[in-house]
Nanobody, 121 residues
Framework: QVQLVESGGGLVQPGESLRLSCAASGFTFSNYAMNWYRQAPGKERELVAAITAIGGNTNYTDSVKGRFTISRDNAKNTVYLQMNSLKPEDTAVYYC??????????????WGQGTQVTVSS
C-alpha cells in the first residue's frame, strides 16, 4: 500500500521557519522524483519545489527561491522542505508528490494528504 505522510506544518509568524517532512512507503522511493506542491484557498495547486530521483537536482518556483530548500534521504524514504523567512503569502496546504516517468508523457504519481502551513502575525 502506497503512503505519503506529510508532517511539520503549523502556525508561525512572518520571518520564522518550518521544516516539512514526507515519509514514503509502499514503493521504491529512490526511483521517484519528489515534489512539494501547495494550494492556497481559492487558488490552483502550484509546484513549489522538486528534486530528481537521480542526482538530486533541485528546482524551485521563483517566489520561494533563496528561502526554501528541498532535500531527500533515500535511506529513510523521506523528503523534506525547509522553509525559511516565511511570508503570509506562503500560507497554504502543502502536498508531497512522488512521480515516476513510465515513458513518453506517461507518469505514475502518488500524493500525500497535505499539511497546513499558516503564516500570520
Amino acid at each position: 500500500q502506497v503512503q505519503l505522510v506529510e508532517s511539520g506544518g503549523g502556525l508561525v509568524q512572518p520571518g520564522e521557519s518550518l521544516r516539512l517532512s514526507c515519509a514514503a512507503s509502499g514503493f521504491t522511493f529512490s526511483n521517484y522524483a519528489m515534489n512539494w506542491y501547495r494550494q492556497a484557498p481559492g487558488k490552483e495547486r502550484e509546484l513549489v519545489a522538486a528534486i530528481t530521483a537521480i542526482g538530486g537536482n533541485t528546482n524551485y518556483t521563483d517566489s520561494v527561491k533563496g528561502r526554501f530548500t528541498i532535500s531527500r534521504d533515500n535511506a529513510k524514504n523521506t523528503v523534506y522542505l525547509q522553509m525559511n523567512s516565511l511570508k503570509p503569502e506562503d500560507t497554504a496546504v502543502y502536498y508531497c508528490n512522488a512521480k515516476q516517468s513510465l515513458g513518453v508523457r506517461t507518469w505514475r504519481s502518488y500524493w500525500g494528504q497535505g499539511t497546513q502551513v499558516t503564516v500570520s502575525s
